[in-house]
Structures are given as structure tokens and as C-alpha cells.
């Protein structure tokens, strides 16, 4: 099924990599937390692969750390991986160009939300990591933008009696640990983080998003222009709502982090049931009170 | 922003594979291309960056050497 038009995303990251440097705050932000949970690994990974690189922050601040030499920046849009430093491909990560078995670290930068294959994607990235290879990838979570989620639906329905897709649907922070384990990732670990954005004016939210390159792509969505009408009693819903004493508002992101392995002999294995050879409670010398003398 | 024209990283050039056949390619330095002889596609390198999109690719005719 094809939930997000992969031309628009393109077009809106080719369009956006211009301005990155300044509506690139929130995807320099992650990548910074990003890099310090690769510090946190007890691992070297000298080859790194980073899935929708944007302009190549972490291309800029992997190399030196955890002996990474080398990080492949790619992106489906060549104008964001003409910013990156390095080594640099144009690709889809539904469709990834990359060997199996050949790199030691994949990391991903807030752009996995715009696959409309998740599951495949993540199976690629598994696929293209060495046995005991990591991945660590940070994507919008289903709180995201809720106030502007919110605001939207409510003057739509207002006014044109009916919702249209207008905010991205997101991961759910339930389904991302059975994804990342049907992906064949051991060891999977998801977590989230929530970083609230102050803005002086919804508008300018909304001019920050289309900068960022993540307006929306959704396929279904509605073309043409928004209804006048409609975007400013949206605007008005989220100042009536949301706006502190000086007016200005709250944008709420939600970070989902996915973090797995790829399967090797020497990370820890579940026991086959039954296949004890010791009692637990002769371990901990606590034995049921019917036993005891 | 470099004065020099970037070329394609070697470590990069080892792992790539076709996003199609998820065949080997071969680097054609001339032409700046890298073959897939397996999905008949010919994928364009631009500035240094392999542009490894299936609607980017050139289609090769006839039978590829």
C-alpha cells in the first residue's frame, strides 16, 4: 500500500536543502543525542551507513568517535547529499543499493517516517549489516505535532465538514519493537523522548516544517491549496488552546528510538524451555515451605 | 565546496549493489556510470554521487558486453 508519495518527498527535501541551515535545528538536535547513545556502545564501528542523511549531520559528527572511519551519508534527495561531507549516494530506502554484509553500523536521522515500507526497510538495513552489526534510528512518534494535529482537525471539521490527511500518520511506540524483531533484529530496544518547541506564532510552525522539508506527502492527500478559511481558524483553535500568557505556543515532537542487533553466535540466546538442569530454587536457597523439614 | 571534483568513495563503490536485481555493478570510469549487466541499467554518477534510483537509471539496449 502506498501511504506517502515518494516523488513529493523528494521534492520537498530537494527544495528544503537550501534553507537547512536554518530549519535544520530539530534534525541537528537528534542527531547530536543520536551520536551520544553510538558513544554509549561498547563497539567499534569503522563503517557506517546513515539512512536519510538530510545535509550529513552525522557525517560531520560520527567519524573520530567509537573508531568510525567512514560514514555513507545517503538520501533520496541529491541536493540534501551534495551537503555531506564524504562518501555520498542518492537512494531509496525501500529500495537499498547496499550489499549484504558490509557495514558495521546503520543509523537513521528522522526520515524513516516517510517509508512507506517500514518493515522493509528495516529488513534492508538489517540485511546490509555485518553479524553483531548495530542500528540505531530515531523517527517521529505518534505524539508528534499533536497540537497542530489537533487544531487542523477540529476547523476542518468545523468548516468543511470532513477530515483530510494533512499531518503524517506516525509509528506507534507499541508496534516499533515487533517490527524491529520481525525485521530479524535481536535484542530490540525502543524508547522515546519528547522535545517541545516554543513557537512565537502557529504560522511560523508551520513555515519551519516546510523549511525542515517535511510538509506533507501523504498520498491521498488533499492537492491544491488549502482553504484560506480553514488554515486560520486552525491557527486560531491552537492560539485558543495551546498559547502560554505571551502568546507564544507549544509544538510537541515525540522521538521513538529503535535500536537493534544483527544476529550473531556470540550475543546471549534464550534457553530452550525445560532445558534446566538446576532448580531456581536451590540457587537462591529459598525452598517452598512444604519442602522444608 | 570543494575546488576538486568529488569521486566516488572507494569503501562506498565495494558495497554498492543494484537497488533492482541486488546484483553487482560495474564501474564504467568514462562514463561515470555504474552497470547493472543483471537489471540492464546503467545508474548515473553525478559530482561523485552514485544516483542509485531505478527511474534515474539509463536503460541499456541489446545485449550488454
Not at chain 1, 553479524?131 to 494535529?149: H, N, V
Not at chain 1, 487544531?151 to 494533512?166: C, F, M, N, Q
Not at chain 2, 554498492?16 to 553487482?24: E, N, R
Request: hydrophobic share 40%; aromatic share 6%.
Amino acid at each position: 500500500m502506498k501511504i506517502f508519495d515518494r516523488a513529493t518527498v523528494r521534492r520537498h527535501r530537494d527544495r528544503a536543502a537550501p534553507g537547512l541551515d536554518h530549519y535544520g535545528f530539530l534534525f541537528a538536535e537528534v542527531a547530536e543525542r543520536l551520536a551520544e547513545r553510538v558513544d554509549d556502545v561498547l563497539r567499534d564501528f569503522p563503517l557506517v551507513l546513515d539512512l536519510g542523511s538530510h545535509g550529513g549531520d552525522l557525517a560531520r559528527l560520527l567519524p573520530g568517535r567509537k573508531g568510525i572511519s567512514t560514514v555513507i551519508s545517503c538520501d533520496l534527495s541529491e541536493a540534501m547529499v551534495a551537503q555531506a561531507p564524504g562518501a555520498a549516494v542518492v537512494c531509496d530506502e525501500e529500495f537499498l543499493p547496499i550489499a549484504p554484509n558490509s557495514v558495521d553500523l546503520v543509523v537513521s536521522n528522522l526520515s524513516l517516517h516517510w517509508v512507506n515500507d517500514l518493515p522493509g526497510a528495516l529488513l534492508q538495513a538489517r540485511a546490509a549489516l555485518k553479524p553483531d552489526g548495530f542500528f540505531l534510528a530515531a523517527l517521529f512518534g505518534g505524539e508528534t505535532l499533536k497540537e497542530l494535529r489537533d487544531s487542523l482537525a477540529a476547523a476542518e471539521i468545523e468548516l468543511e465538514g470532513g477530515l483530510s490527511p494533512r499531518v503524517s500518520p506516525f509509528v506507534d511506540v507499541r508496534d516499533a519493537g515487533a517490527l524491529l524483531s520481525r525485521a530479524g533484529f535481536s535484542m530490540p530496544v525502543v524508547d522515546t523522548e519528547t522535545i517541545t518547541v516554543t513557537y512565537e506564532h502557529p504560522l511560523k510552525l508551520m513555515n519551519d516544517l516546510r523549511g525542515m522539508g517535511e510538509s506533507n506527502a501523504v498520498h491521498e492527500r488533499r492537492k491544491g491549496l488549502s482553504r484560506r478559511e480553514t488554515l486560520l481558524t486552525a491557527v486560531e483553535n491552537y492560539l485558543d488552546t495551546h498559547a502560554d500568557d505571551e502568546g507564544r505556543v507549544p509544538a510537541t515532537f515525540q522521538i521513538v528510538w529503535l535500536a537493534g542487533w544483527a544476529p550473531h553466535d556470540s550475543q546471549p540466546q534464550p534457553k530452550a524451555p525445560g532445558s534446566a538442569t538446576v532448580s531456581l530454587a536451590d540457587v537462591l536457597g529459598t525452598h517452598p515451605p512444604s519442602c522444608s523439614s | 565546496m570543494s575546488e576538486a571534483p568529488r569521486t566516488v568513495d572507494p569503501k562506498l563503490l565495494e558495497i554498492l549493489v543494484c537497488p533492482l536485481s541486488k546484483g553487482p555493478l560495474t564501474y564504467d570510469p568514462q562514463a561515470q556510470e555504474l552497470i547493472s549487466p543483471q537489471a540492464g541499467l546503467a545508474y548515473p554518477i553525478r559530482d561523485g554521487i552514485p544516483i542509485m534510483l531505478i527511474d534515474a537509471a539509463r536503460q541499456l539496449d541489446g545485449e550488454g558486453a
